[in-house]
């Protein structure tokens, strides 16, 4: 279990701090590799959802399975959402980077 509540606080303060950072980058990536602008805001829009789908699924898993599945299957389960749209965009939607020509 978490030690006491410093644990707790640095450590989620240290996860939100990461998934900003990535979330960061990936939106500067795809501002880098998508010049049609109706095509960067219909991407932009599915990253921004995702991460909103992720943060309900949150509540709703948790409410339903956390007591049955243990923790670390939460986990697992809680950060499918938030990591699917982005491989999906990077494997089949986005060119490959202008520094490889």
Request: charged share 10%; proline share 5%; with cysteine.
């Amino acid at each position: 279990g978490i030690p006491n509540f410093t644990t707790l606080f640095i450590s989620r303060m240290v996860l939100g701090a990461s998934v900003s950072s990535n979330y960061i980058v990936v939106s500067v990536y795809v501002t880098e590799m998508i010049p049609d602008r109706e095509f960067y805001v219909k991407t932009m829009s599915l990253c921004s959802t995702s991460v909103s789908a992720a943060g309900a699924w949150i509540g709703v898993l948790a409410y339903l399975a956390l007591e049955r599945v243990g923790w670390r299957t939460f986990i697992l389960l809680t950060s499918l959402p938030f990591f699917f749209p982005q491989l999906v965009l990077l494997q089949f939607f986005l060119p490959d980077s202008q520094n490889d020509k």
